[in-house]
């Protein structure tokens, strides 16, 4: 496979509910995003990864916990959602100095 | 922190015309401008960016300007297909670590 693969497509959870995200990156990147997208709203950055270390979190509520076992795969851990939650989680990676992100396809979530 | 701001939020332009997306950016540091194109149930697919050093580039029908004085850059489709109907986002990168700030989006509809 090449690219940045996102895992599922499609996700469907209740509100008590334990899930996780899975994205895998093929290209030998150094740096890991979540983004979030909403309807109507910019693509909102959720936490960066670089060299397997978190650099940034923004603000993000506790309900939503990242994991990056290795530079080529990242995890983000979902709990106690809300239907406000409800979006398309998108991964995606880049090198450290260079060009723009490569995304996957991401993962619609729906928390009912 | 960077602000980017898109104009407008949806396009709608007859086959063979060309269509104009707009980005003002607020970090005048700012030195790489990728544009992105979402098609439904995809993630954001680069097509084209441009560097603080250079003030266009051109790939077939696609290109992209930048005035650094004005911190506005924009996206030129010529010669617009129906499989050009898609969201359209600008970015721009802060300064610092590679952190993108994207702006809103702008819908493109090409009829036939």
């Known amino acids: 496979e090449t690219g940045v693969t996102q895992t599922p497509r499609h996700l469907v959870m209740g509100m008590t509910n334990k899930k996780s995200l899975k994205c895998e990156q093929h290209?030998?990147?150094?740096?890991m995003y979540w983004y979030k997208q909403s309807a109507k709203k910019p693509l909102e950055l959720m936490f960066v990864?670089?060299?397997?270390?978190?650099?940034e979190n923004n603000s993000v509520p506790s309900r939503f916990s990242p994991e990056c076992p290795n530079s080529s795969h990242l995890f983000l851990h979902l709990h106690t959602l809300q239907p406000e939650d409800s979006a398309l989680y998108l991964c995606?990676?880049?090198?450290?100095?260079?060009?723009?992100?490569?995304f996957g396809s991401g993962t619609r979530l729906t928390v009912v | 922190g960077e602000n980017v701001e898109q104009h407008p939020s949806t396009l709608s332009v007859q086959e063979g015309d060309s269509a104009v997306i707009k980005c003002t950016y607020s970090?005048?540091?700012?030195?790489?401008f990728p544009w992105y194109k979402q098609e439904l149930g995809k993630g954001p697919q680069l097509i084209i960016d441009?560097?603080?050093?250079?003030g266009e580039k051109k790939d077939q029908r696609i290109a992209v300007t930048l005035n650094k004085t004005a911190k506005h850059f924009s996206l030129h489709i010529t010669e617009t297909q129906p499989e050009d109907s898609a969201v359209y986002f600008c970015?721009?990168?802060?300064?610092?670590?590679?952190?993108?700030?994207f702006g809103t989006g702008t819908r493109l509809l090409v009829s036939p």
């Open positions: 995606a990676s880049s090198q450290d100095e260079g060009d723009g992100y490569t």
């Open positions: 990864y670089s060299l397997e270390e978190r650099v």
């Open positions: 970090d005048s540091a700012s030195n790489y």
């Open positions: 441009i560097r603080s050093n250079v």
């Open positions: 290209l030998g990147h150094n740096a």
């Open positions: 970015a721009a990168r802060e300064t610092g670590f590679q952190k993108l700030v």
